[in-house]
């Protein structure tokens, strides 16, 4: 069983920073790609970066390339989104998610089988 925890939300004004965390617990948590996603009210859930297995591919929508981060410690138990240049528009709660193992930075909600409870962003104009 994988559990995953976000943490680092919050309110911060347009053009400022946010650092969201993802702590990953379970027996092979290491070895699965991850991701980010977002669901403002009203919308679908919406991917905003992936990381594969081993970190070494990632992969971002286009309305947060440049700006956001996507990264993961050595032992890929704890995964980070460094969030620059925050607009209003990514208001919305966020979601960490883990693939399967030796996973891929996939775009694809659907091929994500596990799920942290989300932490919000608010960005005020």
């Known amino acids: 069983q994988v559990q995953l925890v976000e943490s680092g939300g919050g309110l911060v004004q347009a053009g400022g920073s946010l650092r969201l965390s993802c702590a990953a617990s379970?027996?092979?948590?290491?070895?699965?790609?991850m991701g980010w996603f977002r669901q403002a009210p009203g919308k679908e859930r919406q991917f905003v970066a992936a990381?594969?297995?081993?970190?070494?591919?990632?992969r971002y929508s286009d309305s947060v390339k440049a700006r956001f981060t996507i990264a993961r410690d050595s032992d890929k138990s704890k995964m980070w989104l460094q969030m620059n240049t925050l607009r209003p528009e990514d208001t919305a709660v966020y979601y960490c998610?883990?693939?399967?193992?030796?996973?891929?930075?996939?775009?694809?909600?659907?091929?994500?089988?596990?799920w942290g409870q989300g932490t919000q962003v608010t960005v005020s104009s």
């Open positions: 998610a883990a693939n399967s193992p030796y996973g891929g930075a996939s775009s694809d909600g659907a091929s994500y089988d596990y």
């Open positions: 379970g027996s092979t948590v290491n070895y699965y790609g």
């Open positions: 990381i594969s297995w081993n970190g070494v591919n990632t």
